[in-house]
């Protein structure tokens, strides 16, 4: 029974999308979120990752992930100061990708004391070797002096399963 409702949680994920003169690809759709680690969450970062699967191997490779979100550093406007105050730190998001234990596509998102929606692909169908896994941390860095900085742990994210 459980393999039946994983089985049928996968197919309702599973997207497929046509490119013109290409054979079909799947997108399988997850969420994520990873954070700063602190007490106040100064730094967190939530979206989804649309894993890519290539068109013509089996069992299919995730050639790209696309990756949808937004990074959120506090103190925003409307936080109270006593909750959270403004530490003078700005917050990163890291994404690596990666194909076995080599890293094959990184991108960092950073904020200050605001929100900031981003859209952008790790890697691509053409060029990239299978994506396995996607690791997510958020790192906090002083704006006015050199670090020392501190990382909340990282979160990973593997390549989900298909056919």
């Known amino acids: 029974m459980r393999a039946t409702r994983f089985a049928v949680a996968a197919v309702a994920a599973l997207a497929i999308v046509a490119s013109p003169g290409a054979a079909q690809a799947a997108t399988i759709t997850t969420p994520f979120h990873a954070d700063s680690g602190d007490a106040c969450r100064y730094g967190a970062t939530d ?52 194909s076995g234990s080599v890293e094959v596509a ?20 053409t060029h990239t070797a299978s994506i396995s896994r996607v690791v997510i941390q958020v790192c906090r860095s002083p704006i006015i002096t050199l670090p020392p900085s501190y990382c909340g742990t990282a979160v990973t994210y593997l390549s989900p399963p298909i056919g």
Not at 59 to 79: I, Q, S, Y
Not at 119 to 125: K, P, V
Request: glycine share 8%.
């Open 47 to 98: 979206g989804t990752l649309g894993w890519q699967f290539g068109p013509t191997t089996s069992p299919l490779p995730v050639t790209a992930v696309a990756v949808k979100g937004k990074l959120t550093d506090r103190p925003l406007p409307a936080d109270s100061t006593i909750v959270c105050f403004d530490d003078h730190y700005n917050s990163s998001a890291t994404f690596v990708a990666y």
């Open 106 to 125: 990184r991108q960092t998102r950073t904020a200050n004391n605001g929100t900031v929606s981003f859209e952008f692909t790790l890697g691509n169908s």
